[in-house]
């Protein structure tokens, strides 16, 4: 079982930034690791994942540009960094471990179903 815990969450003005956190119980070495939010009525989405052996990195259109998501191994920790923060940037903030790894070629992209989450951060962005 992997446990993970989220932080950084909070509110921000629209404009501001904000960088969350996510620890794991053990070695995320070669894991898909992601990021998913989920607003009052709406489906939860992905923003982004990345695969921790190799560094590489998806997101969802609407944060490309703005969000960044990197990790540290040596600690177990996944971020997500979020800048120029929209209204529409309200929501729940999961992260998520465990996912499908695909390989093409050299690189592995890495996608849904996840197999452990977090209890979420949230995140309010105001006009």
């Known amino acids: 079982q992997v446990r993970l815990v989220e932080s950084g969450g909070g509110s921000v003005q629209a404009g501001g930034s904000l960088r969350l956190s996510c620890v794991a119980s053990?070695?995320?070495?070669?894991?898909?690791m992601a990021w998913f939010r989920q607003a009052p009525g709406k489906e939860r989405e992905g923003v982004a994942s990345?695969?921790?052996?190799?560094?590489?990195?998806l997101y969802a259109d609407s944060v490309k540009g703005r969000f960044t998501i990197y990790q540290d191994n040596a600690k177990n920790m996944v971020y997500l960094e979020m800048n120029s923060l929209k209204p529409e940037d309200t929501a729940m903030y999961y992260c998520?471990?465990?996912?499908?790894?695909?390989?093409?070629?050299?690189?592995?992209?890495?996608?849904?179903?996840?197999?452990?989450w977090g209890q979420g951060t949230q995140v309010t962005v105001s006009s």
């Open positions: 998520a471990a465990e996912g499908i790894a695909s390989l093409s070629g050299t690189r592995v992209a890495c996608g849904p179903p996840y197999k452990y």
């Open positions: 990345i695969y921790t052996g190799g560094g590489s990195t």
């Open positions: 053990g070695d995320i070495y070669r894991y898909c």
